[in-house]
């Protein structure tokens, strides 16, 4: 591949200073606007992932069980 077929780097550190946004480190995908950051999982997620392993151990035991 030449150096003129080469695709460009799109990606594009935070726009605006840190003390600014309050984020330590963003980073902004020129073409599409998707702001990429450091973050937590929120605490419902949390549950449904949760409540979803302990139903899908239920389920497992009580239906697949040769009983």
Known sequence: ???DQRPADRT???TQP???TGESHIHLYEPSG???RS???P???TLVIFALIVWG???GIRYW???
């Open 1 to 3: 591949m030449s150096p």
């Open 12 to 14: 594009m550190s935070g």
């Open 18 to 20: 840190a003390e600014i």
């Open 34 to 36: 998707i702001r990429e």
């Open 39 to 41: 973050g937590h999982i």
């Open 43 to 45: 605490t419902w997620l």
């Open 57 to 59: 151990l239920y389920y």
């Open 65 to 67: 069980n040769s009983y």
